[in-house]
């Protein structure tokens, strides 16, 4: 449990390293189009929406993967892309009066029953721990066992991504994006000093798609290359093989450990390790960390307002042994972290509100970052859909690019929320005094201060018809807002822009001054 406190970060402003990033970034950004392993890239569009079930005050900005989940009250502005439809079959009972438990005003769609004898694995669990208990879970913990159950969660024995998979992320679109995260954390690394020692961690990095376009990206600055060991954070062993070979790492001896051969990527002659947890990687060496779309991945409780306060949104059993929505009674440990969350919101803005999450993980994770950055110097950027404040109800389920009940077949579907972004400032300041925190600003404005017109330009100086389509309906989808104005194919496969969904937040080291470009 933290102590809340409210303070703004003081920035150190240094104008410091300005000149030779941007020469760096001159340099990077008109290297020749050498990088073509996605294109011709296979194209994935949204079908528009379905109607919208109820008038939308919807947490502006409406966002990839938004919107559905369980909640009438707010629905999709639009979708993006992989994301689809919205189920308009989910909705969630309004606030219940008087009432101390609320079972039947929750929503439990009959065809989501579960006949016994054709529950998975996942299923079986999930409702053994139920049964052992001797009543529901927190929505918390059923997200954490649905995404990552070491032997039946989502993430863990396939590949969830791409156009066969549930969902498609930045990286995935174009390698654009990793070539322009490479920028940034070659631009950091100046500001840093150049170190010759660096640890580049990613939280989550799926096929490692990221990591591998930075690679080829950043391959010709060897000073920077030289310096890093790359450290992946990755829960699934099925996508850690997927990373291995997308990094195309082989194995070479270790002289100080005969028994441990160690994994490089040829990509870039970078050792890289596996881990389960960041906690695991060795402390001491400066540090530049990435999580896209990891933290929305991390479980959150569910809490509704009711006439006598705020109960926590739980999972039951129903009688017919199907999942559903119960509001526990009595106030469950997770209250703590509501409280601790509002009592730093103003009060107008918990007040508005009839559905609150929050994400103890989050909290967590960025204290474990901000104190790593305090003391060992670097840098973190956090790439996610979400908001700078506090979010309502905004836990959503797609499988295969369509919006799903989040209680429907657990394990088959992706389930994630929106970020707290005015939770991770608040967590990274009160974590450690020697950080200082930078946005959150849109991706579009991201990408765009880091040069990617410039990229998209040179690229497009040397391919093929095809790639050049590719490559320009990939650059809208990243910085793009609302609907492509340049599309003549289908309406419902018109690509969606990216660009104001998605938010960017940096927590550097205050040594290090104002990363580019959170200026
Ligand atoms: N960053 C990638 C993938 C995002 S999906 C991209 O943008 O394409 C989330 C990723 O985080 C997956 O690789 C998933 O396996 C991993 N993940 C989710 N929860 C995790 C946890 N608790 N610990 C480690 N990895 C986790």
């Known amino acids: 449990m933290y102590i809340a406190f409210s303070c703004s970060s003081k920035v150190v402003r240094t104008e410091i390293t300005y000149h030779r990033n941007h020469e760096m970034l001159r340099r990077l950004l008109l290297q020749s189009a050498t990088c073509y392993r996605r294109l011709p890239n296979a194209c994935y569009f ?54 101390s438990v609320d079972r039947s005003g929750l929503y439990n769609p009959p065809e989501h029953s579960h006949a ?18 001797g009543g529901p879970i927190s929505v918390a913990e059923y997200m954490e066992e649905v995404l990552t159950n070491p032997k039946a969660g989502f993430y863990i024995n396939r590949d969830v991504f791409g156009a066969e998979g549930d969902f498609i992320t930045s990286p995935e679109v174009s390698q654009m994006y990793g070539e322009m995260v490479g920028v940034w954390a070659m631009c950091l690394w100046e500001q840093m000093g150049q170190p010759n020692k660096v640890n580049l961690v990613e939280l989550g990095p799926g096929r490692g798609t990221l990591m591998a376009d930075l690679l080829r990206g950043a391959s010709k600055f060897k000073n920077f290359t030289e310096s890093l060991h790359i ?7 099925t996508l850690q093989k997927l990373q291995h070979s997308n990094l195309k790492c082989k194995y070479e001896d270790n002289m100080d450990d005969k028994m441990n051969k160690r994994a490089v990527s040829t990509l870039a ?16 060496l400066p540090t530049i960390v990435i999580a896209h779309e990891f933290y929305d991945a991390l479980p959150v409780h569910q809490f ?12 039951d059993l129903a009688e017919d042994s199907s999942f559903r929505f119960v509001l526990s ?58 908001m700078d404040a506090v979010v309502s109800d905004s836990l959503q389920a797609i499988r295969q690019h369509k919006f799903v009940n989040i209680l429907d077949d657990p394990g088959s579907a992706d389930l994630s929320a929106y970020v707290d972004f005015a939770s991770i400032r608040h967590s990274a300041e009160e974590a450690s005094g020697d950080v200082s925190i930078h946005g959150p600003i849109t991706q579009s404005q991201f990408l765009g201060s ?39 194919g289908p309406d419902e496969q ?26």
């Open 494 to 519: 018109v690509p969606i822009g990216m660009g104001t969904r998605y938010l960017a937040m940096a927590i550097v080291n205050k040594r290090q001054g104002v990363p580019v470009p959170f200026k």
């Open 450 to 488: 880091l040069g990617i017109n410039f990229r998209v330009e040179a690229l497009l100086q040397n391919c093929t018809d095809e790639q050049a389509e590719s490559l320009r309906t990939g650059y809208w989808r990243l910085v793009g807002e609302g609907e492509a104005p340049f599309w003549e």
């Open 46 to 99: 949204a079908p528009q929406l379905s109607a919208p079930v109820s008038p939308p005050p919807a947490p502006s900005p409406s966002i990839t993967r938004s919107f559905s989940s369980s909640s009438s009250s707010q629905i999709p502005n639009s979708s993006l892309v992989e994301h689809v439809e919205d189920d308009a079959n989910q909705t969630t009972s309004p606030p219940s009066a008087a009432i």
């Open 269 to 284: 002659g970078t050792p890289v390790t596996w881990h389960a947890a960041l906690e695991q990687i060795p402390s001491g």
């Open 329 to 386: 009674p009595q106030p469950t440990p997770a209250k703590l972290y509501l409280m601790e969350r509002s009592k730093w919101a103003a009060t107008e803005e918990i007040a508005k509100l009839d559905h609150i999450e929050v994400c103890p993980k989050a909290t967590e994770l960025t204290q474990t970052i901000a104190k790593r950055i305090g003391s060992d110097g670097g840098g973190a950027l956090i790439i996610d859909y979400g």
């Open 231 to 237: 450290h992946m954070v990755e829960c699934s062993p």
């Open 304 to 315: 509704q307002r009711v006439s006598h306060g705020w109960c926590e949104k739980m999972v």
């Open 116 to 133: 016994p004898s054709s529950d998975s694995e996942l299923i079986k669990h999930l409702k053994s721990i139920i049964k052992f208990r």
